[in-house]
Protein backbone atom coordinates (compact mmCIF):
# COMPACT_ATOMS: atom_id res chain seq x y z
CA UNK A 1 0.00 0.00 0.00
CA UNK A 2 1.43 3.71 -0.89
CA UNK A 3 0.65 6.74 1.30
CA UNK A 4 -1.84 9.00 1.30
CA UNK A 5 -1.92 11.79 3.32
CA UNK A 6 -5.79 13.69 3.39
CA UNK A 7 -7.86 16.16 5.22
CA UNK A 8 -8.74 15.54 8.90
CA UNK A 9 -11.63 18.34 8.23
CA UNK A 10 -13.06 20.02 11.47
CA UNK A 11 -17.02 19.80 11.82
CA UNK A 12 -16.43 21.06 15.45
CA UNK A 13 -15.37 24.38 13.69
CA UNK A 14 -15.83 25.33 10.20
CA UNK A 15 -19.75 25.42 8.49
CA UNK A 16 -20.23 23.16 6.38
CA UNK A 17 -20.30 25.13 3.40
CA UNK A 18 -16.70 26.68 4.45
CA UNK A 19 -15.79 22.52 4.51
CA UNK A 20 -16.82 21.87 1.51
CA UNK A 21 -13.98 25.17 0.12
CA UNK A 22 -11.58 23.48 2.42
CA UNK A 23 -12.01 20.04 0.99
CA UNK A 24 -11.76 20.99 -2.60
CA UNK A 25 -9.13 23.15 -2.12
CA UNK A 26 -6.95 20.68 -0.21
CA UNK A 27 -7.67 18.29 -3.06
CA UNK A 28 -6.03 21.15 -5.57
CA UNK A 29 -3.04 20.97 -3.74
CA UNK A 30 -2.26 17.74 -3.30
CA UNK A 31 -4.58 16.30 -0.12
CA UNK A 32 -6.31 12.94 -1.28
CA UNK A 33 -9.31 11.85 1.04
CA UNK A 34 -11.33 13.23 3.65
CA UNK A 35 -12.43 12.06 7.39
CA UNK A 36 -14.67 14.15 9.51
CA UNK A 37 -16.07 13.23 12.81
CA UNK A 38 -19.53 12.54 13.86
CA UNK A 39 -20.38 15.71 16.54
CA UNK A 40 -23.34 16.91 17.96
CA UNK A 41 -21.31 19.90 19.71
CA UNK A 42 -17.88 21.35 19.36
CA UNK A 43 -15.22 21.03 22.01
CA UNK A 44 -15.49 24.38 23.10
CA UNK A 45 -17.71 27.05 22.31
CA UNK A 46 -14.67 29.15 20.48
CA UNK A 47 -14.99 26.20 17.84
CA UNK A 48 -18.29 27.33 17.21
CA UNK A 49 -20.02 24.22 14.70
CA UNK A 50 -20.98 20.97 14.73
CA UNK A 51 -22.83 20.12 11.24
CA UNK A 52 -24.10 16.51 10.30
CA UNK A 53 -21.10 14.48 9.02
CA UNK A 54 -23.47 12.00 6.61
CA UNK A 55 -24.38 15.49 4.87
CA UNK A 56 -21.52 17.07 4.65
CA UNK A 57 -19.81 13.62 3.31
CA UNK A 58 -22.21 13.20 0.56
CA UNK A 59 -21.09 16.98 -0.44
CA UNK A 60 -17.20 16.58 -0.32
CA UNK A 61 -17.96 13.00 -2.13
CA UNK A 62 -19.77 15.32 -4.76
CA UNK A 63 -17.24 17.72 -5.32
CA UNK A 64 -13.81 16.13 -5.04
CA UNK A 65 -12.16 12.52 -5.73
CA UNK A 66 -11.10 10.81 -2.91
CA UNK A 67 -12.00 8.76 0.19
CA UNK A 68 -14.49 9.87 2.17
CA UNK A 69 -15.06 8.51 5.39
CA UNK A 70 -16.51 9.37 9.27
CA UNK A 71 -13.64 9.47 11.44
CA UNK A 72 -15.55 8.57 13.44
CA UNK A 73 -19.08 7.92 14.73
CA UNK A 74 -20.68 5.84 17.16
CA UNK A 75 -22.98 3.58 16.41
CA UNK A 76 -23.91 2.87 20.08
CA UNK A 77 -26.37 5.32 21.60
CA UNK A 78 -27.44 8.05 19.23
CA UNK A 79 -27.98 5.73 16.48
CA UNK A 80 -28.53 2.40 16.73
CA UNK A 81 -26.06 0.42 14.44
CA UNK A 82 -28.71 -0.18 11.40
CA UNK A 83 -28.82 2.86 10.76
CA UNK A 84 -24.92 3.65 10.66
CA UNK A 85 -25.33 0.51 8.26
CA UNK A 86 -28.04 2.13 6.16
CA UNK A 87 -25.72 5.68 5.55
CA UNK A 88 -22.89 3.71 5.06
CA UNK A 89 -24.40 1.63 2.83
CA UNK A 90 -26.09 4.66 1.10
CA UNK A 91 -22.77 6.58 0.39
CA UNK A 92 -20.61 3.63 -0.89
CA UNK A 93 -23.28 3.03 -3.18
CA UNK A 94 -23.19 6.33 -4.12
CA UNK A 95 -19.36 7.01 -4.46
CA UNK A 96 -18.25 3.20 -4.98
CA UNK A 97 -14.67 2.13 -3.43
CA UNK A 98 -14.57 5.38 -1.99
CA UNK A 99 -16.27 5.30 1.33
CA UNK A 100 -15.04 3.21 4.41
CA UNK A 101 -17.18 3.09 7.94
CA UNK A 102 -14.72 4.42 10.46
CA UNK A 103 -16.37 3.78 14.47
CA UNK A 104 -15.83 4.61 18.00
CA UNK A 105 -17.39 4.02 21.49
CA UNK A 106 -18.56 7.27 21.79
CA UNK A 107 -17.98 10.33 23.83
CA UNK A 108 -20.76 11.98 26.34
CA UNK A 109 -20.02 15.41 24.62
CA UNK A 110 -22.47 13.87 22.10
CA UNK A 111 -24.65 11.28 23.45
CA UNK A 112 -25.25 12.34 26.38
CA UNK A 113 -28.17 14.13 24.72
CA UNK A 114 -30.60 11.18 24.78
CA UNK A 115 -30.83 12.09 28.64
CA UNK A 116 -29.44 8.29 29.42
CA UNK A 117 -26.81 6.25 31.77
CA UNK A 118 -23.62 6.70 30.14
CA UNK A 119 -21.79 3.78 31.21
CA UNK A 120 -17.93 3.63 31.79
CA UNK A 121 -15.35 2.84 29.07
CA UNK A 122 -15.80 -1.02 29.63
CA UNK A 123 -19.47 -1.31 28.43
CA UNK A 124 -18.82 1.56 25.77
CA UNK A 125 -16.32 -0.64 24.21
CA UNK A 126 -18.83 -3.77 24.49
CA UNK A 127 -21.64 -2.25 22.80
CA UNK A 128 -19.08 -0.68 20.00
CA UNK A 129 -18.31 -4.25 19.03
CA UNK A 130 -21.56 -5.55 19.67
CA UNK A 131 -22.83 -2.93 16.68
CA UNK A 132 -20.12 -3.80 14.59
CA UNK A 133 -21.37 -6.93 14.83
CA UNK A 134 -24.57 -6.20 13.46
CA UNK A 135 -23.71 -4.02 11.08
CA UNK A 136 -21.15 -6.73 9.97
CA UNK A 137 -24.38 -8.88 9.60
CA UNK A 138 -26.49 -6.68 7.85
CA UNK A 139 -23.38 -5.64 5.05
CA UNK A 140 -23.17 -9.39 4.62
CA UNK A 141 -27.07 -10.74 4.63
CA UNK A 142 -27.86 -7.81 2.36
CA UNK A 143 -25.13 -8.46 -0.42
CA UNK A 144 -26.62 -12.15 -0.29
CA UNK A 145 -30.20 -10.75 -0.21
CA UNK A 146 -31.05 -12.58 2.80
CA UNK A 147 -32.58 -10.85 6.36
CA UNK A 148 -30.70 -10.98 9.45
CA UNK A 149 -31.58 -10.41 12.45
CA UNK A 150 -29.74 -9.78 16.07
CA UNK A 151 -30.67 -10.03 20.37
CA UNK A 152 -27.01 -9.35 22.09
CA UNK A 153 -26.88 -7.77 25.53
CA UNK A 154 -27.49 -4.54 24.22
CA UNK A 155 -29.44 -4.27 20.70
CA UNK A 156 -32.12 -6.00 19.12
CA UNK A 157 -33.00 -6.31 15.57
CA UNK A 158 -36.24 -7.91 14.14
CA UNK A 159 -35.24 -9.64 10.46
CA UNK A 160 -34.36 -7.33 7.83
CA UNK A 161 -31.81 -6.46 5.68
CA UNK A 162 -30.54 -3.47 3.77
CA UNK A 163 -32.14 -2.93 0.14
CA UNK A 164 -29.57 -0.16 -1.18
CA UNK A 165 -25.93 -2.20 -1.09
CA UNK A 166 -22.62 -1.22 -2.91
CA UNK A 167 -21.30 -4.28 -5.11
CA UNK A 168 -18.70 -4.31 -2.05
CA UNK A 169 -19.38 -3.71 1.62
CA UNK A 170 -17.68 -0.49 3.05
CA UNK A 171 -14.18 -1.49 5.05
CA UNK A 172 -15.00 -1.07 8.60
CA UNK A 173 -12.32 0.43 10.85
CA UNK A 174 -12.22 1.20 14.47
CA UNK A 175 -10.73 4.01 16.49
CA UNK A 176 -8.83 3.54 19.43
CA UNK A 177 -5.89 4.24 21.15
CA UNK A 178 -5.93 1.25 23.87
CA UNK A 179 -4.33 -2.22 23.73
CA UNK A 180 -7.19 -4.24 24.29
CA UNK A 181 -9.42 -2.89 21.81
CA UNK A 182 -6.92 -3.11 19.30
CA UNK A 183 -6.58 -6.74 19.49
CA UNK A 184 -10.48 -7.05 19.40
CA UNK A 185 -10.26 -4.22 16.48
CA UNK A 186 -7.70 -6.65 14.43
CA UNK A 187 -9.73 -9.73 14.88
CA UNK A 188 -13.40 -8.14 14.17
CA UNK A 189 -12.67 -5.21 11.49
CA UNK A 190 -10.83 -3.90 8.36
CA UNK A 191 -8.30 -1.73 9.63
CA UNK A 192 -7.36 0.75 12.69
CA UNK A 193 -7.50 4.42 13.41
CA UNK A 194 -5.82 6.40 16.21
CA UNK A 195 -4.36 9.93 16.99
CA UNK A 196 -0.71 11.22 17.11
CA UNK A 197 0.46 10.01 19.99
CA UNK A 198 3.90 8.88 21.33
CA UNK A 199 5.36 6.40 18.74
CA UNK A 200 5.97 3.65 20.89
CA UNK A 201 2.34 4.10 21.93
CA UNK A 202 1.32 3.58 18.70
CA UNK A 203 3.98 1.04 17.96
CA UNK A 204 2.14 -1.08 21.20
CA UNK A 205 -1.68 -0.52 19.45
CA UNK A 206 0.19 -2.01 16.22
CA UNK A 207 1.47 -4.93 17.98
CA UNK A 208 -2.23 -5.92 19.47
CA UNK A 209 -3.75 -5.26 16.45
CA UNK A 210 -1.61 -7.74 14.19
CA UNK A 211 -2.01 -10.22 16.94
CA UNK A 212 -5.66 -10.12 16.83
CA UNK A 213 -6.03 -10.22 13.20
CA UNK A 214 -3.70 -13.33 13.22
CA UNK A 215 -5.42 -15.00 15.57
CA UNK A 216 -8.78 -14.23 12.59
CA UNK A 217 -6.40 -15.79 10.48
CA UNK A 218 -5.82 -12.25 8.58
CA UNK A 219 -2.88 -11.01 7.37
CA UNK A 220 -2.21 -7.84 9.03
CA UNK A 221 0.24 -6.28 6.67
CA UNK A 222 -2.80 -5.76 4.39
CA UNK A 223 -4.91 -3.87 6.74
CA UNK A 224 -5.05 -0.27 6.75
CA UNK A 225 -4.24 2.28 9.36
CA UNK A 226 -5.18 5.23 9.30
CA UNK A 227 -3.72 7.93 11.40
CA UNK A 228 -5.56 11.71 12.27
CA UNK A 229 -3.46 14.13 13.04
CA UNK A 230 -4.45 17.55 15.09
CA UNK A 231 -0.90 20.19 14.46
CA UNK A 232 -0.28 24.00 14.26
CA UNK A 233 1.02 25.61 11.51
CA UNK A 234 1.10 29.08 10.96
CA UNK A 235 3.14 31.97 9.72
CA UNK A 236 4.95 32.46 13.25
CA UNK A 237 5.74 30.20 16.09
CA UNK A 238 3.60 33.06 17.96
CA UNK A 239 0.41 32.79 15.72
CA UNK A 240 0.58 29.20 15.27
CA UNK A 241 0.61 29.18 19.31
CA UNK A 242 -2.26 31.38 19.78
CA UNK A 243 -4.21 29.12 17.15
CA UNK A 244 -3.52 26.05 19.36
CA UNK A 245 -4.41 27.64 22.81
CA UNK A 246 -7.58 29.64 21.15
CA UNK A 247 -9.33 27.22 18.89
CA UNK A 248 -7.71 23.81 19.91
CA UNK A 249 -7.53 23.76 23.76
CA UNK A 250 -8.52 20.43 23.92
CA UNK A 251 -5.38 19.33 21.71
CA UNK A 252 -3.54 20.47 25.46
CA UNK A 253 -5.69 18.30 28.23
CA UNK A 254 -4.19 15.26 29.34
CA UNK A 255 -6.59 13.75 30.67
CA UNK A 256 -9.93 11.65 28.99
CA UNK A 257 -12.56 13.72 27.81
CA UNK A 258 -14.95 10.82 27.48
CA UNK A 259 -17.06 11.77 30.62
CA UNK A 260 -17.85 15.58 29.90
CA UNK A 261 -20.79 16.53 28.91
CA UNK A 262 -20.71 20.19 28.18
CA UNK A 263 -18.19 22.29 25.46
CA UNK A 264 -19.06 25.40 28.63
CA UNK A 265 -17.67 22.78 31.25
CA UNK A 266 -14.34 22.11 28.56
CA UNK A 267 -14.01 25.91 28.29
CA UNK A 268 -13.47 26.23 31.70
CA UNK A 269 -10.88 23.63 31.69
CA UNK A 270 -9.54 25.08 29.33
CA UNK A 271 -7.90 27.98 31.20
CA UNK A 272 -5.68 26.10 32.87
CA UNK A 273 -4.27 24.80 29.71
CA UNK A 274 -0.74 26.47 29.35
CA UNK A 275 1.65 26.16 26.35
CA UNK A 276 3.87 23.07 27.76
CA UNK A 277 1.16 20.88 27.92
CA UNK A 278 0.77 20.87 24.13
CA UNK A 279 4.69 18.93 24.27
CA UNK A 280 4.24 15.57 22.74
CA UNK A 281 0.60 15.93 22.13
CA UNK A 282 0.75 18.49 19.13
CA UNK A 283 3.35 19.87 17.10
CA UNK A 284 3.26 23.82 17.20
CA UNK A 285 5.48 25.60 14.29
CA UNK A 286 6.12 27.78 11.71
CA UNK A 287 7.94 25.41 9.76
CA UNK A 288 6.89 23.10 7.31
CA UNK A 289 9.87 20.83 7.52
CA UNK A 290 9.90 20.44 11.67
CA UNK A 291 5.84 18.91 10.73
CA UNK A 292 7.20 16.89 7.80
CA UNK A 293 9.29 15.41 9.92
CA UNK A 294 7.06 14.57 12.51
CA UNK A 295 4.83 12.73 10.10
CA UNK A 296 7.55 10.99 8.31
CA UNK A 297 8.23 9.88 11.79
CA UNK A 298 4.51 8.40 12.12
CA UNK A 299 4.91 7.25 7.90
CA UNK A 300 7.56 5.34 9.00
CA UNK A 301 6.14 3.54 11.36
CA UNK A 302 3.49 2.19 8.82
CA UNK A 303 0.59 4.00 8.64
CA UNK A 304 -1.26 4.06 4.97
CA UNK A 305 -3.29 6.76 5.13
CA UNK A 306 -2.40 9.93 7.39
CA UNK A 307 -5.27 12.90 7.70
CA UNK A 308 -4.38 16.51 9.18
CA UNK A 309 -5.91 18.99 10.79
CA UNK A 310 -4.46 22.26 11.40
CA UNK A 311 -5.88 23.73 13.54
CA UNK A 312 -6.27 27.21 13.02
CA UNK A 313 -8.52 29.23 10.83
CA UNK A 314 -5.17 29.88 8.16
CA UNK A 315 -6.41 26.69 6.17
CA UNK A 316 -6.51 27.69 2.47
CA UNK A 317 -2.67 29.16 3.35
CA UNK A 318 -2.09 25.88 4.94
CA UNK A 319 -3.19 23.80 1.94
CA UNK A 320 -0.72 25.84 -0.14
CA UNK A 321 2.53 25.66 2.17
CA UNK A 322 1.68 21.89 2.92
CA UNK A 323 0.79 20.59 -0.91
CA UNK A 324 4.07 22.40 -1.65
CA UNK A 325 6.52 22.09 0.54
CA UNK A 326 5.59 18.99 3.03
CA UNK A 327 3.45 16.45 1.16
CA UNK A 328 5.73 16.00 -1.44
CA UNK A 329 8.53 15.12 0.31
CA UNK A 330 6.68 12.41 2.80
CA UNK A 331 7.51 8.84 1.26
CA UNK A 332 7.01 5.37 2.70
Known sequence: MGLTVGLAAAL????????????????????????????????????????????VMT?????????????????????????????????????PGRHWLGLGSGEALNEHILGQYWPEVPERINRMFEAIEIISKLFQGSLAGKDVKHAGPYYTLESTRLWTMPEVAPEIYVAT?????????????????????????????????????????????TMPRLLQVHLSWAETDEEALANAMQQWPNGGMKFPKGDIRSPHDLAAMAALVRPEDFEGRMVISSDPDVHRAALQRYVDLGFDRVYLHNVGRNQERFFEVFGREVLPKLHR
Do not use: C
Request: cysteine-free; overall charge negative; glycine content about 12%.
Open 12 to 55: EQFSPTEILSHAVLAEQNGFSGVMAADHFQPWVPAQGQASFVWN
Open 177 to 221: AGPVTAKRAGKHTDGLITVGAPLEKIGGLFAKFDEGAREAGKDPS
Open 59 to 95: AIAERTSGDVGPGVTAPTFRWHPAMVAQASATLATMY
